[in-house]
């Protein structure tokens, strides 16, 4: 059974950091690509960073560059978001999904391209 579980967020004060991991089973050797998403209270579901299967294809929403850094480690099949320089207005659920079909690409503008979703890690970013 296909299946992604998140971990590691937390309260944490502005400038702080965090790493989410998302631990990946099930699927076929390293052949998925992840993204990570999230929500704040009252907003629509935001996606924040990809990675691509083949690991050469990464993205990041405007508001996370330079502060944000998506990486994989295919023996622990975990993909991990660094997350620093945290601002109030990071604070959501953190949500990691995955697909398995496509090697060289991923998306953070289509939630509809991945199959497999985490139940979300909760980041608070406050004083």
């Known amino acids: 059974q296909r299946q992604v579980v998140e971990s590691g967020g937390g309260l944490v004060q502005p400038g702080g950091s965090l790493r989410l991991s998302c631990e990946v089973s099930?699927?076929?050797?390293?052949?998925?690509?992840v993204g990570w998403f999230r929500q704040a209270p009252g907003k629509e579901r935001e996606g924040v960073s990809c990675i691509s299967s083949s690991e050469d294809y990464s993205v990041y929403t405007d508001s996370v560059k330079a502060r944000f850094t998506i990486s994989r480690d295919a023996a622990k099949n975990t993909v991990y978001l660094q997350m620093n320089n945290l601002k109030p207005e990071d604070t959501a659920v953190y949500y990691c999904?995955?697909?398995?079909?496509?090697?060289?690409?991923?998306?953070?503008?289509?939630?509809?391209?991945?199959?497999?979703w985490g139940r979300g890690t909760q980041v608070t970013v406050s004083s």
């Open positions: 099930g699927f076929i050797s390293d052949y998925y690509g």
């Open positions: 999904a995955a697909e398995g079909t496509v090697r060289h690409m991923c998306s953070i503008t289509w939630p509809g391209w991945y199959d497999v």
